[in-house]
Each structure stands twice: as structure tokens, then as C-alpha cells.
């Protein structure tokens, strides 16, 4: 039988293997975090390579994604879907081996790590996405939910901010199942970290509220072992491991130092390496009785097949639970869906008020929050404002689970990383709100959505100069057009009630990717919407209004602009001029649509067109052309009241009329 130390340097070499072949990479994490592993997935890890979904499987995270060698030997040893020659593709085009982790690209990985300290806020969700789901399914004597969420991190992930924020709001929660092994070996690119990183980490953690177990040997397999069951006894309160540990661990001449974080060691170095570890074998080469002790299929199939069994007695005592974990398991929604979501917009598209589209989100929410279960909201500190407090929400407290909305204090990012680390888990769907303006400080989190096609939907109120007195420094010009440019992310800026129940329908139904809804602080009139407005909002852009005659000069607005684009064409009708308003409430959503669709909405023959947002006008030049115009914001803001600073700065019904009489 080998021995834990053996085991361990298999991870080694094919990390050394894998990177000297790429000639590219960064060998010194797994080396010196390998004996972590081998005991985490040895000994503990609840998981069953041959269903890497399993639903009560165990959660591991590798936040220093860069060190995603360490993955890949571990799946590949332990029995996923990842050959030896995937091994030997590392960083290759179209491998299942990619630099850093991807999400979906690769069996087992359970989140797309690099940017430092997402992984760790990823966590965060996922922990908080079992307690919730356990506090709303078990029941006495049927613990059907209970996994942990485990995360391998280092001293990168700990300076960037965004652990602060996740990590203060999971000691607040007591997530209890929530174990972090700190890689704390004092090396980062620049080199030895103490000149900038020179935080009492034991002591920061210990003020969140987590169980911190201190200068744990990071190499010394019993002090490890002792450490993760000491964590796993805890059960109110997140765990952080601190693991003393050698970067590059094994060799000779670059280990504990910067040279062996991000390059090949050398094939002479890996000789020495080889020789001083006691590995005789040669490159990629695993000796089989080392494969069979890492090999974790049949032990478990069992562990499932135990929890399977758990799960059907659970099924026939609670046949309604049972169904409703697995249906939102599965991101299905409920049966009357499509009936529920039609009679919505119908009931929408009738009303004659006007009303910001933050309420008008309110009110959408109220309705949704009774269809469906699964979602799981929250806010930035802004509920209120936001208009994310739905009717009947529960907030999650420490030890009090059940609820369906979450308080996520003033940490925009850690709040839009854990929304990533709830739909990665499953089961719920999570929407998070802050101000349109504060998405810059989400923006990587929202990307990561993008990047993992994860439906996390966003809701960014006081979306433009329309929010008044707050002035520039809260009044958003460039964020709608800058989300636009994240590839997956579809942006809604709904111009009413009808337009906002649109976006949070399309959001909810787009299981492949995320959403996010810029909303009005200031009131908006409502627009007609005749029946066959139903099906063509969906699209992203329609025909909202025409004046008699093929239109000579097409208005194109989104948002609060709506109605200033619809007072100017029906001025220009009564000019005599032959006018198209077109909506376009989410323009990804529009350039998704066939090109017969879209050019029946934006027929290519008119090519007098202006487009009206109050923002950056660039984005809109490719669908005005060098023949059109656009009425926007260029600057930033003003303080004073919506109206006076729409008024200053030129977004008027006036502005609109004006420039098409120039066109």
C-alpha cells in the first residue's frame, strides 16, 4: 500500500510534468499543497467521480485557480473524466486542461477560479446555498442535504478586498460547513510577502466570527487530518485552516521561493526534484498500485448509493418535498410556468400608471416570489432603494436558514461572487441589488456569471442622470454600454411596468446565463402594448409605435428615453414626417434574433435613425450608422433635481426633434 507522502508526489509529478510540458504554468502551489489534498480527498471529500453532479456531494473549491494542476491530478487520479493525455494538454487549445479551472468544462470542477478570491466568495454562496436548502427540505431523521464546502486558498486570495467581504458575511451567518485550508506559505510573484502582507490572518478571521486552527504543518499528514475533523466538529461558525506550507515543495533549489510560482522548474531541476522526493518514475508515468489507492469510484458509488437509499425512505415519507428538491435541482421551473408568466405580462401591459421600474420590479417580484420557490434574493445594503424586498420575504439570520433573502450589507462584490457560488450550487435562483453606478465594483463577478453561463440576475436600480440630487458621483452614464460589452450577459433597461416584467421573466427562463436589469429611480409613462407586444419584447427590440406611412426616420430608446423618443416622433408626425419608435429594451437579447427579424424592426433601407439613452452615446453607433445621430451623455452628471440635469444636459424631446430635423 503506498504511503500518504507517495500519494502526495503523485499529484507532484504530473503538476511538474504537466507544466514542464505546457512550458507554461505554475507548478509551486500543487507541490506544496498536495499533502492538503491527499488527505482532504483521501479521508473526507463526500464526492463520486463517476456523478459529478451528485446532489449531496461534497463542494471543492480551488481559489488560487492559478495552481489548477493540483485539480486536474486529483480528478484524474481519483477517477473523473480526465485522461492522462488531457494531463499531458495542459493549457492547449481546446484541452480540458485550461490554464485555470473552467466550469463546465471539465467534470468535477465546480466553479471557474483565477481572478483571486472569487473562488473563496463562490464559497461562501455555496455553503449558504446548503444551509438554506437543509433548513427548507430536512426533516426529523432525514438530513437529505448535508455536504461541506471546502476551499483551497493562499495569500493572494486573502489580499484582494473581495475576501473581506465574503468572508466577514460568512462569519456572520455561522456557516458552519464552511472549511477553508489556507496555503500560507509567505510567497507570492514579487516575492516574499511580509514587505506587503503583513496581516495578523489567525486574528482577522477570529473578528469575523469563524474557528480559526492555527500553524497547522501543511505537510505533515496527522496535523492536517486532526485539524479538518476538529473543523468539521464545528458547526456555527466557518473554519478557516492556517496551513504552514513550502511553495514548490520538493525541490532542491527553487523551493520557498517566487521561482517556482509561475514557471516550469527545468527539466534538470525536475531530475533532482524526482530524486529528492524518492519518484523513480518517469514523466506522466502513475504506477498502478498508486492509482488504485487514489481511485474514489467505488467507494463513491457507495456513498451515494447510501445517500440514494436515505433519499427514497425520505421520498415516501415527504413525496412533495422530494419532488420539489429534485424539479429545482434539475433548474426546472415549476409546471404552471408559462400559464402564471403570460397572465403577469398581460396584466402589466394593461396598466396606465406611470411608476419607476424599480417599483414596477417590486411589484413583479411580489408575484414571482409566490411562483417560485427557489428565489433567493437580496441587496447591498439598498433594499428600500432597490425595491428587492419582496412581499413575504425572509431574511437568513445565523441559525435560522429557512428564508429567501439575504442582507448583504455594503459588499457589492462578495454579494455578487456568493449569487455565483448559490446557482453553481443549485436549487435556488439568486438575484442580488444594488445601484446601477456600484456594478463597477461587481463587474469581475458579473463577468465570472457571464464566463460560467450562470443565471444570477443583477438588479442595478437608479440606473442614469434620472436618479437627480445624488449627483455624478452616484449618477451612472457609462455602465449600461460597459455591461453591454461583457459577451453572455444580457442587459435589460425596461422603459415601464410591461417592459420590466419582460426582463425579469426572460431572466428567470435563461438557465444558460445571467441577467442584469437597469432600473429607473424617477417615474415612467407607461406605453400601449397591443397583444402582439407579448412575444416581440421578449426579443429585445420592437416596434413600440408608427405614425402612418413607411417611416422615413426610425427613433431608437431604451429606459427612461422611451418616452421622450415617443413625444418627439408623434411631434414629427404632426410635422408630416413618417416615424418608427423602437424599443429596445435589452439590445443582446435583440442582436440575438435572426436577421430577417431584425431587419424588419430596423429595416437596413432607413438609414435616417437616432438612437436616445441618457449615457455614453458610442454603443449606439452601430445600429444609427454614419447617416444617424444619438442623443445621450457624454460627461458626467449634475447635482440637482431628474428633470433640471435631463434638462442641462440635453436629453429632451426637444434635442430629439432638433436632430432630426437636421438629419
Not at 240 to 262: D, E
Not at 488 to 517: K, Q
Not at 581 to 606: G, H, I, K, N, T
Amino acid at each position: 500500500m503506498p504511503t500518504r507522502f507517495e500519494l502526495a508526489n503523485a499529484v507532484r509529478a504530473l503538476a511538474m510534468d504537466a507544466v514542464q510540458k505546457a512550458n507554461s504554468g505554475h507548478p509551486g502551489m500543487p507541490m506544496g499543497m498536495a499533502d492538503m489534498a491527499q488527505v482532504l480527498w483521501g479521508d473526507f471529500l463526500q464526492h463520486n467521480p463517476a456523478d459529478p453532479h451528485w446532489l449531496n456531494r461534497d463542494r471543492f473549491v480551488v481559489s488560487n485557480g492559478h495552481g489548477s494542476m493540483l485539480l486536474y491530478a486529483l480528478l484524474h487520479l481519483s477517477g473523473y473524466d480526465l485522461s492522462l493525455d488531457e494531463l499531458k494538454n495542459f493549457r492547449q487549445l481546446h484541452s480540458k486542461t485550461p490554464g485555470h479551472p473552467e466550469h463546465g468544462l471539465t467534470a468535477g470542477v465546480e466553479t471557474t477560479t483565477g481572478p483571486l478570491g472569487q473562488g473563496l466568495g463562490n464559497a461562501v454562496g455555496m455553503a449558504l446555498a446548503e444551509q438554506v436548502l437543509a433548513a427548507q427540505f430536512n426533516r426529523d431523521g432525514h438530513n437529505i442535504v448535508d455536504h461541506h464546502t471546502y476551499v483551497f486558498a493562499g495569500d493572494g486570495c486573502l489580499m484582494e478586498g473581495i475576501s473581506h467581504e465574503a468572508c466577514s458575511l460568512a462569519g456572520t451567518l455561522g456557516l458552519g460547513k464552511l472549511i477553508v485550508l489556507y496555503d500560507d506559505n509567505d510567497i507570492s510573484i514579487d516575492g516574499n510577502v511580509s514587505g506587503w502582507f503583513g496581516d495578523d490572518t489567525p486574528a482577522r478571521f477570529e473578528a469575523y466570527g469563524w474557528n480559526v486552527i492555527r500553524a497547522v504543518d501543511g505537510h505533515n499528514p496527522a496535523a492536517i487530518k486532526a485539524a479538518l475533523e476538529s473543523a468539521r466538529a464545528q458547526t456555527d461558525k466557518p473554519t478557516l485552516i492556517c496551513c504552514k506550507t513550502v511553495i514548490g515543495f520538493g525541490s532542491p533549489n527553487v523551493a520557498g521561493s517566487a521561482k517556482s510560482h509561475g514557471a516550469p522548474l527545468g527539466d534538470a531541476e525536475i531530475a533532482l526534484t524526482r530524486e529528492k522526493l524518492g519518484w523513480t518514475h518517469a514523466p506522466f508515468a502513475i504506477p498502478e498500485a498508486i492509482y488504485q489507492a487514489w481511485d474514489a469510484r467505488a467507494a463513491g458509488a457507495q456513498r451515494q448509493a447510501q445517500w440514494q437509499s436515505q433519499f427514497d425512505a425520505y421520498a415516501q415519507a415527504y413525496p412533495a418535498e422530494a419532488a420539489e428538491l429534485l424539479r429545482r435541482a434539475r433548474g426546472e421551473l415549476p409546471a404552471d410556468w408559462v400559464q402564471s408568466i403570460e397572465a403577469l405580462l398581460k396584466q402589466t401591459a394593461q396598466l396606465d400608471k406611470p411608476v419607476a421600474t424599480r417599483k414596477a420590479s417590486k411589484a413583479v417580484l411580489d408575484v414571482l416570489a409566490a411562483q417560485l420557490p427557489e428565489l433567493f434574493g437580496g441587496s447591498a445594503d439598498l433594499s428600500e432603494s432597490n425595491c428587492t424586498d419582496f412581499k413575504g420575504h425572509v431574511s437568513v439570520r445565523h441559525g435560522a436558514f429557512a428564508g429567501n433573502y439575504v442582507n448583504y450589507g455594503v459588499r457589492e462584490f462578495g454579494m455578487a461572487a456568493a449569487m455565483n457560488g448559490v446557482a453553481l450550487h443549485g436549487g435556488l435562483i439568486p438575484f442580488g441589488g444594488t445601484f446601477l453606478v456600484f456594478s463597477d465594483y461587481a463587474r469581475n463577478a458579473i463577468r465570472m456569471a457571464a464566463l460560467m453561463h450562470q443565471r444570477s440576475i443583477f438588479v442595478l436600480t437608479h440606473d442614469s442622470i434620472g436618479l437627480g440630487e445624488d449627483g455624478p458621483t452616484h449618477q451612472a452614464v457609462e455602465h449600461v454600454s460597459s455591461l453591454r460589452l461583457i459577451p453572455g450577459l444580457h442587459l435589460w433597461r425596461p422603459a415601464d411596468h410591461f417592459e420590466t416584467a419582460v426582463a425579469w421573466a426572460c431572466a428567470i427562463e435563461r438557465s444558460n446565463g445571467p441577467s442584469a436589469l437597469a432600473l429607473s429611480r424617477q417615474n415612467l409613462t407607461p406605453n400601449p402594448h397591443p397583444e402582439s407586444h407579448l412575444n416581440d419584447a421578449r426579443k429585445g427590440g420592437y416596434v413600440l409605435w408608427q405614425s402612418s406611412g413607411a417611416p422615413e426616420l426610425i427613433l431608437i430608446a431604451t429606459g427612461s428615453e422611451v418616452e421622450l423618443a415617443m413625444a418627439a416622433g408623434k411631434q414629427l408626425a404632426e410635422q408630416g414626417r413618417a416615424v418608427r419608435v423602437v424599443s429596445m429594451p435589452c439590445a443582446d437579447v435583440f442582436l440575438e434574433q435572426d436577421v430577417a427579424y431584425r431587419d424588419a424592426v430596423l429595416p437596413p433601407s432607413v438609414r435616417k435613425r437616432i438612437a436616445v439613452e441618457a449615457g455614453v452615446t458610442h454603443y449606439w453607433r452601430a445600429f444609427v450608422g454614419l447617416d444617424g445621430d444619438v442623443v445621450g451623455v457624454d460627461r458626467f452628471g449634475e447635482s440637482a433635481p431628474a428633470a433640471q440635469v435631463f434638462e442641462y444636459l440635453g436629453v429632451t424631446v426637444a434635442a430629439i426633434v432638433a436632430k432630426a430635423q437636421q438629419l
